[in-house]
């Protein structure tokens, strides 16, 4: 009966040293993980507007380049000098969230800039909407009258982009949550803008 016992006073005592440790891990970790998700979004940001700058300036650089707005639970980061607007957009994709900041021109319509912060889509297929070289595709289309696909074989209307091939349910999902964030924002943005 004494080994039980002791075996069982060890195991509450490991448990509860493990438990304070993975707490203090946590609360040590919290603040480094936010900041550098503050980083990733602000360098973002001013990569969209072609600002320069280092690990050790982003943050000063982004106070001086970018005005931050805030109404309500809506952020917009507009460019000083040429009124571009920056704004994260979230949403669901087939296998979790889709997560980025969209850059748009002073006229609030024109993707300037697209950038996927994080995914959950299948490697190699679906998660083809977090790689440069399909998000530059973006670059240049309007969000008027609403952000649409290509049609193979026709000429490209200012509103369309290609789809991602082989992940059409992705592909339909990115673009239902770029035009939900845009039409959220889009009063704001004019507001902002005027």
Do not use: C
Request: charged letters at 20%; glycine letters at 8%; a negative charge.
């Amino acid at each position: 009966m004494k080994s039980y016992t002791r075996m069982l006073t060890f195991i509450i005592i490991l448990g509860a040293a493990t438990s304070l440790i993975f707490v203090g891990m946590e609360f040590w970790t919290t603040p480094l993980i936010e900041a550098n998700a503050a980083i990733e979004l602000r360098s973002t940001i001013l990569d969209a507007n072609g600002e320069a700058y280092t690990t050790a300036t982003v943050n000063e650089v982004f106070m001086a380049k970018i005005e931050t707005v805030v109404q309500n639970d809506l952020t917009l980061y507009v460019h000083r000098a040429s009124g571009s607007v920056s704004y994260e957009f979230s949403g669901s994709g087939v296998w979790g969230p889709i997560i980025g900041i969209i850059t748009l021109e002073r006229d609030l319509e024109t993707i300037r800039h697209l950038r996927v912060l994080q995914q959950e889509e299948t490697p190699g297929l679906g998660g083809v909407v977090a790689d440069p070289s399909y998000l530059a595709g973006y670059f240049g289309a309007r969000m008027v009258p609403q952000l649409d696909f290509a049609v193979p074989g026709t000429d490209r209307l200012p509103n369309q982009v290609d789809r991602i091939t082989g992940a059409t349910r992705t592909s339909n999902s990115f673009r239902t949550i770029l035009n939900n964030s845009y039409l959220s924002y889009l009063e704001f943005m004019q507001e902002v803008g005027d």
